[in-house]
């Protein structure tokens, strides 16, 4: 199969999503994150790859407030509410399984 898709891959140039390449039609499918899919007009996911070409313990996000933050209470508040309970079945509900 490798053989068949090499002439039809396409790398991205630094800088830019794959999720632009097939937004902008010179690609049909796209492997990216769910979240840049989820953000681009015109590009529908599909599905998430198998739990086996996944890699969640080195695929992590992180959340922090400046020193210089004008609201730096609000800012841990709201990290805080992104890491809990409440906002995990909006993030499963775009895709993105929260830890």
């Known amino acids: 199969m490798a053989d068949e898709l090499k002439p039809k891959t396409k790398f991205t140039p630094v800088g830019e999503l794959a999720v632009d390449v097939v937004a902008r039609g010179d690609a049909e499918i796209a492997i990216a994150q769910p979240m840049e899919v989820l953000q681009q007009p015109g590009v529908e996911l ?54």
């Open 46 to 99: 599909v599905g998430l790859l198998p739990e086996e070409l996944q890699d969640p313990p080195n695929f992590l996000f992180s959340a922090a407030v400046t020193t210089a933050a004008k609201d730096p209470v609000g800012g841990r508040g709201f990290i805080q509410f992104l890491s809990g309970a409440e906002a995990a079945p909006l993030f499963k509900a775009n895709g993105i399984n929260p830890g």
